[in-house]
C-alpha cells in the first residue's frame, strides 16, 4: 500500500484503504495491495467491509491465494457474523463445483 493519501485520517480503518488501493485500476498498486494481505489485521468492527469486499469483488485466478487467506483471516475475527457467513460461502463454493461438474 501506499505510505499515505491525502484525506487520510489516523483513525480511518487500514481495510478501507486496502480496499480502495486493491480496486485500483493500477495493476501495480493492486498486486501490491493484494500482496499485502498477509500483513493486514482486521478487528471485529471490519468483518462488514472485509466480508463484502470479498463477495463482491473481481479476483483474478493469480489472485486466488490473497482471497483465501482474507477468508482465513475472517474466521480469526470475533464477530456473530463470521461463522454464518463462512457457512455460506462454503455453500455457494459446493452449489459452483456441483455445477461444473453437470456441464
Do not use: C, W
Amino acid at each position: 500500500m501506499l505510505p499515505s493519501k491525502e484525506n487520510s485520517s489516523v483513525f480511518e480503518t487500514k481495510v478501507k484503504r486496502f480496499i480502495e488501493d486493491a480496486s485500483s485500476t493500477n495493476d501495480t498498486l493492486r498486486k501490491n495491495t493484494l500482496n499485502s494481505v498477509y500483513n493486514l489485521d482486521l478487528s471485529t468492527s471490519d468483518f462488514d467491509l472485509i466480508s463484502n469486499f470479498i463477495s463482491n469483488f473481481e479476483f483474478k485466478k493469480s489472485e486466488l491465494a490473497e482471497k483465501n487467506n482474507l477468508i482465513k483471516q475472517i474466521g480469526s475475527i470475533k464477530n456473530p457474523k463470521v461463522i454464518p457467513f463462512l457457512e455460506n460461502f462454503i455453500k455457494q463454493k459446493t452449489q459452483i463445483r456441483k455445477h461444473k461438474l453437470i456441464f
